[in-house]
């Protein structure tokens, strides 16, 4: 019963900014990391960046110094800010939650259905 809720993506130019969130909600206790993952066309899923509960970071090389990923603990919300966008950024973005869920004791991965983003030239 864990729901991850999306919302950022769109179309825009080479060079702007966009600003995903996910949030999640539901039968979920503890949150141990949060991320973000994107699958452009006719590649593999690769990891664009993940925050720990301790708000440890990590940036895909592609992506470090353009793009900053951030979460707010009480809202179990993750944020990614997307800076100086290139049309190779163009994916879909799907969310990641690594959590507990209530009545368990055993880690879960959840995901977002994903949002689309498109960076034309």
């Known amino acids: 019963q864990v729901q991850l809720v999306e919302s950022g993506g769109g179309l825009v130019q080479a060079g702007g900014s966009l600003r995903l969130s996910c949030a999640a909600s539901g039968s979920i206790v503890s949150i141990n990391a949060m991320g973000w993952y994107r699958q452009a066309p006719g590649k593999q899923l690769e990891l664009v960046a993940a925050?720990?509960?301790?708000?440890?970071?990590n940036y895909a090389d592609s992506v470090k110094g353009r793009f900053t990923i951030s979460r707010d603990n009480a809202k179990n919300t993750v944020y990614l800010q997307m800076n100086s966008l290139k049309p190779e950024d163009t994916a879909v973005y799907y969310c990641?939650?690594?959590?507990?869920?209530?009545?368990?004791?055993?880690?879960?991965?959840?995901w977002g259905k994903g949002t689309p983003v498109t960076v034309s030239s």
């Open positions: 990641n939650v690594r959590g507990i869920p209530s009545g368990s004791f055993l880690r879960r991965d959840y």
């Open positions: 925050i720990t509960s301790g708000s440890s970071t």
